[in-house]
């Protein structure tokens, strides 16, 4: 018996899901609340990596179609000191195991991948409550009442689904990203353009840095990092934004020019990311029916994991429903004895990764853990 399954969340880790129930013939709804695929922006570049994100789009079928999105020549990298003092130069020769594409690309084929009435558009979950057996009811925003037998809540940071299974909640780091995009940087800003490359770089500071990607068509996708407290935060926002733009870049006084027109020369108001995270060691007790992926099981700071953990996660999740037809209670504890252990370990790396950037060594620290030296 194929019974079936409620995903909340249209993110990447809950379509992988979707997509992977659908190859074994198990049925399939997605709830998501925005309103079509164009409702927002879906971030920048994802390195999918070999022993993760490749596998679960592997398991998905997509394989060729991932590939046909890959970018040449994003894997390169660059680190520089606040002075603009170029401290690592990796050049993409081809021999990487993390190929880069842009997420709003792999996400439209795992879309595509699906039934069309698979993804219920427009549909948010505003609250949850268990009926008892492994039953649940879903609240939707403008719908009916939704029962389910099996609930997955691939509903990121602020998922609806986790307080059935946690009472963590998210804590914020300290650390927020500002998100802005710089477009045809080769014709408008050379320098800056020659600054990044053709891949990724980051200048850091401790508590603070500058981090940009080149994405299709000469466009720089900046995440400018700040230590802030969340009133400094709001006070952007407020501002306007050629007001915080400048706040934002006198943060960085002193620092090399062709680091600092990110953020001055940026063509959009800038985006406010803080960083939360959920405890390294998050885990639950097995509740029937019922279980999360991604960043709703394993919120951590960026490290370029979160997206292929999520992946990873649908994927074997997925796995583990078509090998247990029938008996959701057996493919649920399948999944979370992996599930557990894996998410503690990348979370560990995360943080190391998250120290090395901001933390009192950097830019150093980053460069020695990127050259195997740290």
């Not at 401290?87 to 792999?106: F, I, K």
């Not at 649940?136 to 509903?155: F, K, N, R, S, Y």
């Not at 583990?320 to 999944?335: M, N, Q, S, T, V």
Request: hydrophobic residues 40%; glycine residues 14%.
């Amino acid at each position: 018996m194929r019974i079936p399954v409620t995903i909340v969340g249209a993110g990447l880790g809950g379509l992988t899901l979707a997509r992977v129930l659908h190859v074994h013939g198990i049925p399939v709804t997605v709830y998501e609340a925005e309103t079509s695929p164009a409702a927002r922006s879906q971030g920048g570049m994802l390195d999918i990596h070999h022993h993760n994100g490749q596998p679960a789009l592997a398991a998905a079928g997509l394989t060729e179609e991932f590939r046909a999105l890959i970018l040449p020549g994003r894997e390169a990298g660059r680190v520089y000191a606040a002075d603009g003092t170029l401290l690592l130069d990796e050049p993409d020769d081809g021999t990487g195991g993390r190929p880069e594409v842009q997420r709003g690309e792999l996400r439209r084929i795992l879309i595509e991948s699906l039934p069309a009435d698979a993804i219920r558009w427009g549909h948010k979950v505003t609250g949850v409550a268990a009926l008892g057996g492994g039953r649940h009811e879903l609240t939707v925003a403008g719908g009916d009442p939704v029962t389910t037998e099996i609930l997955v809540g691939a509903d990121g940071a602020w998922s609806r689904i986790r307080p059935l299974l946690s009472t963590a909640t998210p804590e914020y780091t300290g650390l927020s990203f500002l998100e802005t995009y710089l477009y045809d940087a080769d014709t408008r800003h050379p320098a800056v353009a020659e600054t990044v490359g053709g891949g990724g770089m980051a200048a850091l500071a401790p508590g603070k840095g500058i981090q940009a990607h080149r994405e299709a068509g000469g466009t720089l996708h900046t995440y400018v990092a700040l230590t802030a407290t969340p009133e400094w935060l709001a006070g952007l926002g407020a501002a306007g934004e050629n007001a915080a733009r400048t706040r934002i870049a006198s943060e960085f006084d002193g620092w090399a020019t062709e680091l600092t027109a990110l953020i001055t020369g940026g063509d959009t108001a800038p985006v406010v990311r803080p960083v939360y995270t959920l405890p390294v060691e998050h885990r639950w007790d097995r509740v029937p029916g019922v279980t999360l992926l991604g960043d709703a099981a394993h919120l951590m700071p960026p490290s370029g994991e979160g997206a292929n953990l999520a992946m990873f996660d649908g994927a074997e999740l997925g796995r583990a429903l078509a090998a247990h037809p029938g008996d959701p209670e057996a493919a649920l504890a399948d999944y979370e004895r992996a599930l557990f252990p894996r998410s503690a370990e990348a979370a560990a790396e995360g943080a190391r990764i998250h120290e090395a950037c901001f933390g009192a060594g950097a830019p150093r620290s980053l460069v020695g853990l990127l050259t195997g030296q740290a």
